[in-house]
C-alpha cells in the first residue's frame, strides 16, 4: 500500500455515502423537517437544508448540507462526497444565487427560514474559514486532498 492511501481517512464506497444522505433527506421529509437538521456546536458543524433554483430547469432543488454560523452568515462547502465534480447544487448557485435555507433552532424542534445569497469565499476570507472548518472537522485536508481541485467554500448571507 503506498504511502498516500496509509494516510487518507477511510471514507465509505460512493453508493453507501449516496444511500446514507438519501435517507437523511427521507428522514427530514418523513418529519416535516422536525427532525434531519441540528444547529453548529463550538466544536462541531450541524446540518441546514438548503432551496435553490435549478440552472436549466427553474425547479426547486433541495440538499441539506453540514455548515457553521460566521457572525450572520452560513459557510459550507462545495463538496460532492468528497468526489471530483462539482454538486448540482453547488452550480445551481452559481447561475441563481439567490436561495432560502431552513434551520433549527438552537432549543427545541423549530426552524427558522432565511432567504440568502450565495458567493465563493476568497483570499483571506477563504483561509480563515478553511481553518474554521479545520477546527470543528480534523480530517479535512485530507479529504480534500481526493478532489483534483480546491473545494469551494461557500458564504450564505442574508438577504436584505
Same mark, same amino acid.
Given at each position: 500500500?503506498?504511502?498516500? &492511501?496509509?494516510?487518507?481517512?477511510?471514507? #465509505?464506497?460512493?453508493?453507501?455515502? &449516496?444511500?446514507?444522505?438519501?435517507?437523511?433527506?427521507a428522514?427530514?421529509? $418523513?418529519?416535516? @423537517?422536525?427532525? @434531519?437538521? &441540528?444547529?453548529?456546536k463550538?466544536?462541531?458543524?450541524?446540518?441546514?437544508?438548503?432551496?435553490?433554483? @435549478?440552472?436549466?430547469?427553474? +425547479?426547486?432543488?433541495?440538499?441539506?448540507?453540514?455548515?457553521?454560523?460566521d457572525?450572520p452568515?452560513? =459557510?459550507? %462547502?462545495a463538496?460532492? *462526497?468528497? *468526489? $471530483?465534480?462539482?454538486?448540482?447544487?453547488?452550480?445551481?448557485?452559481?447561475a441563481? #444565487?439567490?436561495?432560502?435555507?431552513?434551520? #433549527?433552532?438552537?432549543?427545541?424542534?423549530?426552524? +427558522?427560514?432565511?432567504?440568502?445569497?450565495?458567493?465563493?469565499?476568497? @483570499? *483571506?476570507?477563504?483561509? &480563515? %474559514?478553511?481553518?474554521r472548518w479545520? $477546527?470543528?472537522?480534523?480530517? %479535512?485536508?485530507?479529504?480534500?486532498a481526493?478532489?483534483?481541485?480546491?473545494?469551494?467554500?461557500? =458564504?450564505?448571507?442574508?438577504? #436584505?
Open positions: 500500500m503506498s504511502d498516500r &492511501r496509509q494516510r487518507q481517512p477511510w471514507l #465509505p464506497p460512493r453508493p453507501v455515502i &449516496r444511500l446514507a444522505w438519501r435517507i437523511h433527506r428522514l427530514y421529509r $418523513a418529519t416535516r @423537517g422536525r427532525a @434531519g437538521l &441540528r444547529p453548529p463550538p466544536d462541531s458543524w450541524g446540518t441546514l437544508h438548503l432551496t435553490v433554483v @435549478g440552472r436549466r430547469t427553474g +425547479r426547486r432543488r433541495s440538499v441539506i448540507l453540514a455548515y457553521f454560523d457572525g452568515n452560513l =459557510v459550507t %462547502l463538496m460532492n *462526497g468528497w *468526489g $471530483a465534480p462539482e454538486p448540482q447544487w453547488w452550480l445551481n448557485l452559481q441563481h #444565487p439567490e436561495a432560502a435555507v431552513e434551520l #433549527p433552532e438552537r432549543r427545541g424542534r423549530t426552524r +427558522r427560514r432565511l432567504r440568502v445569497r450565495a458567493h465563493a469565499a476568497t @483570499g *483571506g476570507e477563504r483561509d &480563515r %474559514l478553511w481553518d479545520r $477546527a470543528v472537522e480534523r480530517n %479535512l485536508d485530507a479529504h480534500a481526493r478532489r483534483p481541485g480546491a473545494t469551494t467554500i461557500v =458564504v450564505l448571507e442574508p438577504a #436584505p
